[in-house]
């Protein structure tokens, strides 16, 4: 009996070495390769690669579009009147001045707008759906344009630039939400990227209105821009009709066999049965037990652990940061920095709007391009000081035209231009693409809805100062109120490189375990060592 389990063991144990063998000479000649993030998530994606430009794929795409446009409506409703202000027009119809107090409230009424409408932005996607968040906000911010197109006096100003900011809130704290819950994990970051990129096409579009509307005399100037307001949210609202609801949501209601069919149309190349389907259900479904437990207005959720206090701060960095860099001087105020820099025709001026935002689009778009190849902490710590220094340049150039002297050369008004130009193209490059995506990324599945919302109510206290503060800052102090953003933003590269929480690489409901761990932006940078199989597939060791 002896000799005979002695036999099984020894014919066991030259298999085993066999085996080994045989592995080890697989892994000599296999691609190990070390990949930052979860090794289940890049076992699963490259099991079954989907394919950018099959049928559902472009399906999915135009799904999506509907929800860029929310963007486009928030590109041209922030930027338009950036451009009315420096029309001599609506400044001899509405009797106001480009920069002040007067200036600054009609600008600060739309960020009010924007806080007070964020607060029903969690209650109206967690109970109603993402789909009726963007249909909402599409029919307050056309409500918006009529009033303001049809504006007389302060009064309509008022009122109408308020119900803008209201449904805006509504409309971009649903969108990206949308997005980033219907998009393949492994496209995210791409797709919510260009998703922020279209508030250049609705930049573009309003400077370039603006320009080409200035030539009329009269009302028509100012009204033109104003009425093409409508145009976005209308789209918006007819393609709320033909678009599916999230697969996150409808998982959270009970309606798991349509959330499964929706998955395995646009993620699972109509397979249920896909790994990334079964991965993403599996995940929902863990989650629904503690969303059950939330209330739609409790928001001590966001702050109840540690976990969830490390995802706030990653939300607030972002929220602050974002729009406290310098860009929202160039958003609000862009025409009156050009006249920093000497330059006075109000045409010009209106054309150098229209050409920044062409360039500040195609940083986006390269920067939105770039979102997976380029982690998010990295991109932001290192921008950060580009930024700083760029927005220095636009300083040392407008102050030669704050010295007394009579005569400046050109050359000092073109370079400060340019590097106007590099600020808005980096800037694009850096945050466009990442500031909804990177928010909606930490936020935890319950508490995204309103956690978007909380964000947008930390932007617009930032906008707040931003769009008060600087139209008195600049009619006080000129280029000298510039250095505080150079200041900012070598703080945030500090702040960034500290404690900034990398989130690529994994599944939104992996980084549950990045968040737990005792020091996140360390765990968050950990490697999984990969094998490549010829078919492309990874595989953890």
Request: with cysteine; proline share 3%.
């Amino acid at each position: 009996m002896s000799n005979i389990n002695d036999n099984t063991l020894g014919q066991t144990t030259s298999i085993i070495s066999e085996t080994e063998k045989h592995a080890e000479k697989n892994l000599d000649s296999a691609d190990i390769k070390g990949v930052q993030g979860d090794s289940n998530f890049y076992e699963t994606v490259t099991a079954a690669p989907l394919s950018p430009w099959s049928k559902t794929s472009l399906q999915l795409y135009a799904i999506l579009l509907v929800a860029a446009l929310n963007a486009t409506a928030s590109g041209f409703d922030g930027s338009i009147f950036s451009s009315i202000n420096a029309m001599d027009q609506y400044k001899k119809y509405f009797h106001h001045v480009e920069t002040g107090k007067s200036t600054g409230i009609i600008f600060m009424i739309y960020t009010v707008g924007n806080m007070i409408g964020s607060l029903f932005t969690g209650p109206i996607c967690d109970h109603l759906g993402r789909r009726a968040g963007m249909g909402v906000g599409s029919i307050i911010i056309g409500a918006a344009a009529i009033v303001l197109t049809a504006a007389k006096n302060d009064s309509y100003l008022l009122g109408g630039r308020f119900m803008l900011g209201f449904g805006i809130s509504i409309g971009t704290s649903s969108a990206p939400t949308y997005a980033l819950e219907l998009a393949p994990p492994q496209w995210r970051a791409r797709i919510v990227g260009f998703y922020n990129t279209f508030f250049y096409t609705g930049s573009i579009l309003s400077t370039g209105v603006a320009y080409a509307s200035n030539k009329a005399s009269g009302e028509l100037a100012f009204r033109l821009p104003l009425g093409l307001q409508l145009f976005p949210p209308f789209c918006i609202l007819i393609g709320c009709f033909f678009i599916p609801e999230s697969p996150r949501w409808l998982t959270a209601r009970g309606k798991k066999e349509r959330a499964q069919a929706i998955l395995a149309k646009y993620h699972g190349g109509g397979d249920v049965n896909h790994p990334l389907v079964q991965l993403e259900i599996r995940e929902f479904e863990e989650g629904i037990q503690v969303k059950k437990a939330q209330s739609v207005w409790n928001y001590y959720d966001l702050v109840n652990t540690r976990n969830q206090r490390w995802r706030m701060l990653m939300n607030a960095f972002m929220s602050f940061f974002a729009q406290l860099s310098g860009n929202s001087v160039l958003t609000y105020y862009l025409p009156s920095m050009y006249t920093k820099l000497g330059i006075t025709s109000t045409d010009r001026r209106l054309l150098l709007t229209f050409a920044n935002s062409i360039v500040s689009c195609t940083g986006a778009v390269a920067g939105s391009a770039t979102n997976d190849m380029i982690g998010r902490r990295t991109k932001l710590w290192i921008g950060s000081i580009v930024l700083s220094c760029l927005f220095a340049a636009v300083t040392g150039f407008s102050s030669q035209f704050d010295l007394g002297k009579e005569h400046v050369s050109s050359a000092f008004s073109n370079g400060g231009v340019a590097f106007i130009f590099l600020f808005g193209c980096a800037y694009s490059f850096i945050y466009t693409p990442l500031t909804a995506t990177y928010c909606a990324e930490v936020l935890a599945n319950h508490t995204r809805a309103k956690g978007m919302g909380v964000h947008v109510i930390m932007s617009n206290c930032a906008n707040l100062y931003n769009t008060f503060v600087t139209a008195i800052a600049l009619d006080s102090i000129g280029y000298k109120y510039y250095l505080v953003f150079v200041a900012l933003n070598l703080f945030y590269a500090v702040m960034w490189f500290t404690f900034g929480v990398e989130t690529r690489g994994r599944t939104l409901e992996e980084l549950d375990a990045v968040f737990d761990a005792k020091w996140p932006p360390k765990a968050a940078l950990s490697k999984a060592t990969m094998v490549k199989r010829e078919d492309g597939q990874l595989e953890g060791l």
